[in-house]
């Protein structure tokens, strides 16, 4: 179903059941329940995101490169540039490929910062200084 650029998050057909029986396939998978692909979110000049129309006509943007982030802070939130990717939790390669995920410590201009949220999916980076 690559036509629809999508992929689809399912249950494994080659799992065995609890017998250790193969699991036959019951249905084929069907549009609603695609999955997208991952977003590399990298360290770029200026934020560029990339519209992606979404179930019902919606159109959510997926960030493709950031350079600013979104800090929070006590008093509220504070927009800081982003200086470098230290460490990853995901994987310890995204931090050399300078690819921002959920969970990845970000050095900024406020200091070092985890990211709060999906930047693939939300058009921004949230955090919170560490």
Known sequence: MSQFGSQFHGKSVRKLN???????????????????????????????TKPVRGRG???????MYAAMANIRLKDGFKKAKIKSILESKDNRNFARLSIITKGSVIDTELGKA?????????????????
């Open 18 to 48: 609890g017998s250790g029986k193969l699991k036959l396939k019951n249905r084929d998978k069907r549009r609603h329940e695609m999955g997208g692909y991952f977003v590399a979110t990298k360290l770029g000049k200026e934020d560029h």
């Open 114 to 130: 985890v990211v709060t949220n999906r930047p693939g999916k939300d058009g921004c980076i949230n955090a919170r200084l560490a």
């Open 57 to 63: 006509g919606t159109v959510r943007s997926k960030l």
